[in-house]
């Protein structure tokens, strides 16, 4: 009797990449954003520690006070983690190291001794990893995992370290946790349900993402092995058949399929709102653009605090304000440098704190 494996695949949610390469990567729900942010609040004490214990003015020195203003140099204020946070944690709670491929002991290994590798080039991290015998690519961007074969591996790694990418690989060989091979942990907490593939589905370009209760529809006009019983309307574009617009479906391609489920999917939603532009939209105001930006406070100034903001490109710019200064002014400064960087008149959103909260809702104050 063969046994179903089935392979986890977070999915992108705000900056949160970093958690979603170790959980895809350990194939469980093994980490949350404030496990990982209290991780990044510990590295950054320790860092501190030894900074002010190595230096001759201790908590006074500039250096020290210019590390305490840039902020936590392993979590940034969108959720995007350190590689000393994944490692950290990788090390904390599974006894497992991750390393360079380039460093001089590993770099001349053969890929494929590799269980698990986690990859990262400027703010995104994803994961690869042996599961049932076969290497796949977990990336939380993409729609599904993709299988890599282990002839391409070293190929694809490769093309990875060209792209910019810095590949780390789990040293520990047979150590990664157990794929999951018993369906009564896909509702028990081991992984969020949606989140799960079968993996003879994911080999055969069929299925869908997220695990199904085979009983759910009974009673509704399905079969007990989902598909839809003879006279049922709710015919779907992947199972076969015909689709609810008359489509015969049997025999397309992957590809065919999709741009009929879009062509279906977009005759049954309602017509968009509305392009709100920034005079129509009741949120943002001219003035927030107009409005004239207060010269920088001078260095001690009473009452300056420095913040720090993250561009969409990844840039990061600081400058003073003062406390007293409205919400408003900070969207003033950040258009402004947009507009300096030749980005032109445009919306944008700020957001603060962990996890991220937008400030528009106080621009009045």
Known sequence: MSTTTWIYHERQQAQLCGQHALNNLLQMQAFSPDSLARIAHELDQIELSYM??????????????????????????????????????????????????????IRNVEITNFDGFICNKQSHWFAIRKINGRYWNLNSMIERPEQISHFKLAAEVEGLRNAGYSVFCVAEAGCLPAECKDESELTSGRGQKEFWWRESDLIAGTGSRGYSNPWSNVGNGMRLDGKPATGSSSAGVG???????????????????????????????????????????????????????????????????????????????????????????????????????????????????????????????
């Open 239 to 365: 199972g076969g058949g015909e689709g609810s617009g008359g489509y015969t479906v049997e025999g397309l391609s992957e590809e065919e399929m999709l741009q009929i489920a879009m062509s279906e999917s977009l005759q049954q939603q309602p017509p968009p709102p509305p392009t709100t532009t920034i005079a129509q939209s009741s949120n943002w105001d001219v003035d927030y653009y107009e409005m004239d930006l207060p010269p920088e406070p001078e260095v001690g100034t009473v009452g300056a605090v420095r913040i720090q903001f993250r561009l969409p490109d990844g840039k990061r710019v600081t400058r003073r304000f003062l406390k007293s200064d409205s919400v408003k002014i900070l969207f003033a400064f950040v258009h402004r440098h947009l507009l300096n960087e030749g980005c032109g008149r445009r919306i944008f959103e700020l957001k603060a704190g962990f996890p991220p909260k937008d400030l528009l809702s106080l621009c009045d104050l």
């Open 52 to 105: 002010s214990a190595g230096n001759q003015n201790g908590v006074a020195s500039k250096d020290f006070l210019r590390r305490v203003a840039e902020g936590s140099a392993n979590v940034d204020a969108s959720g995007n983690f350190s590689i000393e946070v994944l490692r950290s944690a990788l090390l904390r709670q599974f006894q497992l190291t991750l390393v360079n491929t380039m460093q001089e002991n």
